[in-house]
């Protein structure tokens, strides 16, 4: 019988030199005599001995695995610390097209373009690039059109621990009318127009409801991490257009966009 004691420190091991989210079934795998309740149980008890001793972090249970994250009250320490760290940016365009494929997944891109009423090439493609969604199979339609769904770098950059997290449609209405932010580790859909396609989108529209567009305007912020990042309309009107051949890019931008940039044009 392995000894309790052990498997913490090993459980602590593994999460600590894991660099994404380390699903239990993976510990498992390494601590052989080990089973998924032992290694639950080690984490709790990893978090009690780290909250008595007055700890800055915790272990977490994130995109189906565990990792070790900063408690809010230090955050901004270790923010200010890795100022030049580099940003993965979300236009309006993104965030729009990146919350509909959450509700709707697994979906179609002329779906998407009939809830969004704008071609949306370019937003797709660009959203493959920084691994927030991939294609999840064809649908049973004709011509058998590729279909779309969210990845865990989606669960991650919201720091979701699973799809099921997501807001409910209705919760979303209330935060509307009473005019109040969505937690900036939930998808920002402050943004009436967006919520109103998503109304649709899930067959929740009400025609007969006053839907008054002078609380939703502005800028729209949305948090990776620590990182906050700010879109306006002008790159969402960039971002729709369809992608440009690679040689183009080159020669225009001279940056191509991955999980890691910042500052670059989408």
Partial sequence: MMDSD????????LVLASPEPIPGRKITQVLEEATSAQVNQAISELNEKYSEAGSSFRI??????????????YVGFVDELFTRRRKMRLTRAALETVAIIAYRQPVTKAEIEHIRGVASDGVIHNLMEKGMITIKGRANTVGRPLQYGTTNEFLKFFGLKSIDELPKMSEIEELISAGEDLNQTELNLKDHNLALKLNIADGTYDPDK????DDFSG????????????VTDDEATREDAPPEDDEKKKETSGVIVDMGSTGSSD
């Fill in 6 to 13: 052990y498997i913490k420190s090993t459980v602590e091991a």
């Fill in 60 to 73: 977490r249970e994130l995109a189906g695995g565990y990792q070790f994250y900063i408690l809010p009250e």
């Fill in 210 to 213: 006053n839907y008054d567009d």
């Fill in 219 to 230: 800028e729209e912020t949305v948090e990776e991490g620590n990182s906050a990042v700010t």
